[in-house]
């Protein structure tokens, strides 16, 4: 879903989850601008410290407003040793279920999890995943009518969530406890199928439409990261993280309605976070999904390719100059990614002070990590880019200190979902899913941050950050 916000004018028209992702410094303030559902570069940053946030963001076009809850803890207050451990299984169907008592919880969270996401769209059909995703939010079940975007703000005051990566997509809600029974058979109803007309079908294809001229263009803070990171991380098949405006014009509405016939429980992880009974709500899952008929798989992803790198030509018309740089991320788990945690940190904590504001969405996009900044009056887009690199590699390039394991361990171990946050029911019930799907585990992190030398950190910032060349785009008058 889309979503715009005027930081000039704020007014609460909605709340919905912010993105769970690293970012510090207030980028810029806008008179408009809009966040999108694709994992990645999805909202202006907003952010001003090491904080832990609630989830990935929904928007609804250029017209509403939005505020992000603004539940945050500093992670260096929680105990990465006291994780709560979700309870595991799998029902006939298929649909894996994973449900975590948080003590103190004062909502509950329900999140689904499909494995199916952007690098799944035909050849031609860039988006097809995006769009579908819309219309699973906003489509009829057998509870429930057709519904637009104000309809699922007004049902989701404590936020909701939906959102299409590359290889997943996430639909969530967030709800009083009292309410998570009659919440689970809404969840259910939208498992065992949706319909949409023609009409919902056209007016969620304008909202992609618009959301896609934000993510490219309109929007300079979210434009410079999804181009850094198109050019970094291609799409597949010449397509577009998002989609493109010409595949989503030219969808039929009978190829999206047999598309949406993959958002079924073979294909997802529903998993639900609280301080709810475990028991309970496990039989209670079983009774309310387990009679939904599992559903056809979706094709193969196509496999991610590296793409060229450099400097875009910065677009004309913006309001500012900014320049993105793009860094690619190992693949989680050993040493390497040890290694990166640490430089993360280190440029989300120092980043702002030389005007740079560090992007990095462990769960929703773990491949990549962007920092963008503005170009000043006397630099292009290169001499911009150059400076950046400057930085990082002076903020990376001191010895590993002693206490930044253990500091970096605390900043990621929140984010994974490995310390007890009450507060964030949604991190809790998507990082029980996301870290299973990466492989990651508080213990093995624990033991690659412990097992980190300074030696294996200089050479793994030098691969990663230093010498590699990286992508750069630029958009600014």
């Known amino acids: 879903m889309s979503c715009a916000?005027?930081?000039?004018?704020?007014?609460?028209?909605?709340?919905?989850?912010?993105?769970?992702?690293?970012?510090?410094?207030?980028?810029?303030?806008?008179?408009?601008?809009?966040?999108?559902?694709?994992?990645?570069?999805?909202e202006p940053v907003t952010s001003t410290g090491p904080t832990t946030t609630t989830g990935p963001t929904t928007n609804t076009g250029p017209t509403t407003t939005t505020v992000p809850i603004t539940t945050t803890v500093p992670v260096t207050?929680?105990?990465?040793?006291?994780?709560?451990?979700?309870?595991?299984?799998?029902?006939?169907?298929?649909?894996?279920?994973?449900?975590?008592?948080v003590?103190?919880?004062?909502?509950?969270?329900?999140?689904?999890?499909?494995?199916?996401?952007?690098?799944?769209?035909?050849?031609?059909?860039?988006?097809?995943?995006?769009?579908?995703?819309?219309?699973?939010?906003?489509?009829?079940?057998s509870l429930e009518s057709e519904r637009s975007i104000e309809d699922v703000v007004s049902t989701y005051p404590l936020g909701w969530n939906a959102q299409t990566g590359t290889l997943t997509t996430i639909y969530a809600t967030v709800v009083d406890p009292a309410d998570l029974p009659d919440e689970l058979e809404r969840v259910a109803a939208r498992l065992a199928g949706v319909s949409v007309?023609?009409?919902?079908?056209?007016?969620?294809?304008?909202?992609?439409?618009?959301?896609?001229?934000?993510?490219?263009?309109?929007?300079?803070?979210?434009?410079?990261?999804?181009?850094?990171?198109?050019?970094?991380?291609?799409?597949?098949?010449?397509?577009?993280?998002?989609?493109?405006?010409g595949a989503i014009s030219a969808m039929r509405p009978a190829e999206l309605r047999e598309w949406l016939a993959f958002y079924n429980p073979s294909n997802a992880t529903l998993a639900i976070a609280g301080d709810v009974d475990v028991a309970a709500t496990m039989a209670d899952i079983d009774a309310l999904f387990g009679s939904i008929k599992a559903g056809p798989s979706p094709p193969p992803a196509a496999r991610q390719v590296d793409g060229d790198v450099g400097v875009v030509a910065a677009a004309p018309g913006s309001p500012e100059a900014l320049v993105g740089v793009s860094f690619r991320a190992p693949a989680p788990g050993g040493e390497a990614h040890a290694a990166f945690l640490v430089a993360i940190r280190r440029l989300f904590l120092e980043g702002a002070a030389h005007g740079l504001t560090i992007d990095h969405a462990p769960l929703d996009d773990p491949d990549i990590a962007t920092i963008v900044a503005s170009v000043a009056a006397d630099e292009t887009t290169m001499t911009a880019t150059t400076r950046v690199r400057d930085v990082v590699a002076e903020v990376l390039v001191r010895p590993l200190e002693a206490d930044e394991g253990d500091d970096t361990l605390q900043l990621f171990g929140a984010l994974f979902g490995f310390a007890a946050n009450p507060a964030n029911p949604y991190g809790t019930a998507l990082a029980s899913v996301r870290t299973s799907q990466l492989g990651l585990t508080a213990?093995?992190?624990?033991?690659?941050?412990?097992?980190?030398?300074?030696?294996?950190?200089?050479?793994?910032?030098d691969d990663l950050f230093i010498a590699p060349a990286t992508s750069g785009a630029g958009v600014g008058s």
Do not use: K
Request: some cysteine; proline content about 2%.
């Open 103 to 141: 003590v103190g919880a004062a909502s509950t969270a329900i999140v689904v999890v499909f494995d199916i996401g952007g690098h799944h769209d035909p050849a031609g059909r860039s988006g097809m995943a995006h769009f579908a995703e819309h219309l699973l939010a906003t489509g009829a079940t």
């Open 77 to 101: 207050t929680l105990d990465t040793t006291e994780a709560a451990s979700a309870e595991a299984g799998e029902l006939a169907n298929g649909l894996d279920v994973r449900v975590t008592r």
């Open 197 to 245: 007309s023609d009409d919902v079908i056209e007016r969620e294809r304008g909202r992609v439409l618009v959301e896609l001229g934000n993510m490219y263009g309109n929007i300079p803070t979210l434009a410079v990261g999804n181009n850094a990171r198109e050019q970094l991380l291609p799409s597949p098949h010449a397509g577009r993280r998002g989609g493109t405006d």
């Open 5 to 42: 916000i005027r930081l000039s004018r704020i007014r609460l028209s909605r709340i919905r989850l912010a993105s769970t992702r690293l970012a510090i410094a207030l980028l810029v303030t806008l008179s408009s601008c809009s966040s999108d559902d694709v994992a990645g570069f999805t």
């Open 443 to 461: 213990d093995q992190l624990r033991a690659d941050l412990s097992a980190l030398t300074d030696t294996a950190y200089r050479q793994h910032v």
